[in-house]
């Protein structure tokens, strides 16, 4: 049963939703410690949470565990999408980005090893397959606060 302080009380003043134009949202992505790879698994989609960085040629680098059902996907074309966010609850402003492209692993070993010490892991050591994602599309929406005139 929730309480009464289980959330917090949200700012409730009208809201705007913009779009962002694709550097401003790489930009953002760039910036955020962490997002969600998007991928289908056993013809069902699938979501997990993962660090990244931004590889020299612009891509999204990953590192996924050997368990995580993206490893199987290799061996073949594959399109994922990732997202991050930032995204204040109380106030009800932030962004979003979504970038959709083409994946592949990334099998040059120094440049793997390389990717995979960059970015460690949130949730245990950083082994299992670098990916890297295309941003073929990039979308993005800031919600923002309206402005009495």
Known sequence: MAGPNRFPARDESPRRTVGIERVEALRLLAAAPLGRI????????????????????????????????????????????????????????????????????????????EYARRLGSWDGPATGTVIGIEPTLVSGTRVIEEVAV
């Open 38 to 113: 998007v991928f289908t698994h056993d013809a069902l989609p699938a979501v997990r949470p993962v660090n990244h960085l931004i590889g020299a040629d612009g891509a999204i680098i990953i590192c996924t565990r050997p368990s995580g059902g993206l490893v199987s996907l290799f061996g073949r074309a594959v399109v994922l999408a990732y997202q991050a966010d930032d995204i204040d609850p109380v106030r009800r402003i932030g962004w979003s980005v979504l970038v959709v492209g083409p994946a592949h692993a990334i099998t040059a070993v120094e440049l793997a090893e």
